[in-house]
């Protein structure tokens, strides 16, 4: 059986049983592969745990909610990730080498485009004794953040393995042994490992470049009252289509992002804004996350941006959960960062300067915004955003 610990990552919010969902259920020594396939080491574990699903959200949760999993796997590592830097999960994953655990890695060659590479990193695991390959050239990024151990937990994330990540970004993460989307993340990460299409394989799951268009825009178009989420890049018409559209049939919202973006999402934001979506500007935590919550019902939790290359041509995965009390931890997390996120809106300028800009209004105490407007507008680019992924 596999290992699910009861401990909560944050004080007075519920995970629901998430936790290092490997050992709890399991008892007895783990089994070691050195004298085993994988598939006989799963088999030796026993019954799967029971079907339970848990979200962290950084950097509140910091490093357990991913360590932990690590740490507790006892077959196999089967990990895909955009970028990975950080030390402590490294030494993680080649801590699972040394007590014979098959580990394999997936990573993006150029996680900005032609800007950096990752070989360092690659040569590092590789003599670590980790299997490492580089992303299909079939998807323009490999931006996927997903890990599945062994065959019973899958990792579902919008955020790199950085240290960024953990301390200083925010980021929501799934943890699940829901055998559908344990399966579904398994054998997308086969068929990646094994560079064959992956057309075929079906489950709950939102995956690029298979399906996310198509999941988002039907969960927007399915929202009765509110929608409320975080985008890092959000220029897709298809999606700032269906986002009019729900806000014209009386649906409320609201969006969080970044107080820095180009040219290119800020026309976005001012359409948006015209249509009734409201936006605010983050400037004191980096907006990394890619998370919409709808209805107070359900909540995508992926690594889906809202532009074409993120949904039609990277490697991306995400997952919809709709419990309860993992929805309401979203919500709660949402409703913190708009108080503190500044209130922007498109405001005129003299025609020959085009349609509108985003204008916020600086101040760190929200009941300042309207005594003191005017005094901040956000411009100028943001060098991440140069490429869209």
Partial sequence: MAHV????????????????????????????????????????????????????????DGYPPVLDELNHARCAIDLTIYMLTDDQVVASLEAAVGRGVRVRVMLEQHPFGAFGDQQEMFDRLR???????????????????????????????NQNL????????????VVTTEPEAVAQASAIFAHDWAGTSSASVTGPLVVSPENSRARIVALIN????????????????????????ASQRGVRI???????????????????????????LMDDL????????????????GSQNYTPTSLDRNRELGMIVREPALVSRGESVFERDWVR???????????????G???????????????????????????????RI
Wanted: proline content about 6%.
């Fill in 5 to 60: 610990s009861h401990r909560r990552w944050s004080a007075g919010l519920v995970l629901c049983l998430l936790l290092p969902l490997l050992v709890a259920c399991g008892g007895g020594q783990p089994a070691h592969p050195y004298s085993a396939t994988v598939d006989e080491c799963v088999r030796a574990l026993g019954d799967p745990p029971t079907a339970v699903t848990g979200v962290f959200v950084e950097p509140d």
């Fill in 127 to 157: 003599d670590a004794g980790i299997a490492v390959a580089w992303g299909l050239t079939t998807h323009r990024f490999t931006h996927a953040k997903f890990a599945v151990i062994d065959r019973r937990v899958a990792l579902i994330m």
């Fill in 162 to 173: 950085t240290r960024s990540a953990f301390d200083g970004n925010r980021e929501l993460g």
């Fill in 222 to 245: 399915d929202a009765r009252t509110s929608i409320d989420f975080y985008a890092e890049v959000i220029t897709d018409e298809g999606i700032l289509a269906a986002l009019r559209g």
């Fill in 254 to 280: 609201r969006l969080i992002v970044n107080a820095s973006f180009d040219d290119e999402e800020e026309e976005a934001l001012v359409a948006l804004a015209r249509a009734g979506v409201e936006v605010r």
């Fill in 286 to 301: 980096y907006i990394h996350a890619k998370a919409m919550l709808v209805d107070g019902a359900a909540a995508l939790i």
């Fill in 341 to 355: 996120a500044v209130p922007a809106g498109p405001v005129p300028v003299p025609a020959t300067l085009g349609d």
């Fill in 357 to 387: 800009a985003i204008r916020g209004y600086d101040s760190r105490a929200p009941s300042a915004f309207e005594n003191d407007p005017g005094n901040w507008s956000v411009e100028g680019l943001d060098s991440a955003m140069t490429v």
